[in-house]
T-cell receptor
Framework: DTEVTQTPKHLVMGMTNKKSLKCEQH?????MYWYKQKAKKPPELMFV???????INESVPSRFSPECPNSSLLNLHLHALQPEDSALYLC?????????????????FGPGTRLTVT | KQEVTQIPAALSVPEGENLVLNCSFT??????LQWFRQDPGKGLTSLLL?????REQTSGRLNASLDKSSGRSTLYIAASQPGDSATYLC?????????FGQGTELSVKP
């Protein structure tokens, strides 16, 4: 099973709302990632968790707050977003973040959450 | 700073053609290179991953090569089909990050 699931598929929220995106994997992966993708652009890395600890924050505004409650689950909490935050939010996972084993870097992506901020 | 470039940005071919997508990167200190496919509005599907010590990988009609010293990778698609129409992204792994190219939008006409 190489599946990463994301919920919801679509989300429309106002600028004063608080919402959360959820990502789940059951491959035993210990690294999980959040990306943001605008139309016709490649994904941009936002956050990386390794062994449930935040390893990389790409200077993302504080209105995006990640959380990794356990090794299978990754959340992205959203608050006071702006219309320019509308995008496809992708979650990914990989076996590990470090060069411990061959093939440990292959990233598997979920289907994404299409977010519209009104 | 690593920069990844994909050429061409868009490609339209008739069904049955063999085609090559190009990816170049500026810093050869990479762990691996991964090719992805993305259908409109969907997530990324991993096609092939080449470790930095490897020269090529094959999966079905797809063959990817890597020349780390010259900073290049190619994705070869044999006997293209309309179902291959999608955006193809290459990404290099440096440290804990994937750095993506802008993608090649492929259209295969029946």
């Amino acid at each position: 099973d190489t599946e990463v699931t994301q919920t919801p598929k679509h989300l429309v929220m106002g600028m004063t709302n608080k919402k959360s995106l959820k990502c789940e994997q059951h491959m035993g992966h210990r690294a999980m990632y959040w990306y943001k993708q605008k139309a016709k652009k490649p994904p941009e890395l936002m956050f990386v968790y390794s062994y449930e600890k935040l390893s990389i924050n790409e200077s993302v505004p504080s209105r995006f707050s990640p959380e990794c409650p356990n090794s299978s689950l990754l959340n992205l909490h959203l608050h006071a977003l702006q219309p320019e935050d509308s995008a496809l939010y992708l979650c990914a996972s990989s076996q590990d973040l470090l060069a411990l084993t061959r093939g440990s870097y292959e990233q598997y992506f979920g289907p994404g959450t299409r977010l519209t901020v009104t | 700073k690593q920069e990844v470039t994909q050429i061409p940005a868009a490609l339209s071919v008739p069904e049955g053609e063999n085609l090559v997508l190009n990816c170049s990167f500026t810093d050869s200190a990479i762990y691996n290179l991964q090719w992805f496919r993305q259908d409109p509005g969907k997530g990324l599907t991993s096609l092939l991953l080449i470790q930095s010590s490897q020269r090529e990988q094959t999966s079905g009609r797809l063959n990817a090569s890597l020349d780390k010293s010259s900073g290049r990778s190619t994705l070869y698609i044999a006997a293209s089909q309309p179902g291959d129409s999608a955006t193809y992204l290459c990404a290099v792994r440096q440290g804990g990050k994937l750095i993506f190219g802008q993608g090649t939008e492929l259209s295969v006409k029946p």
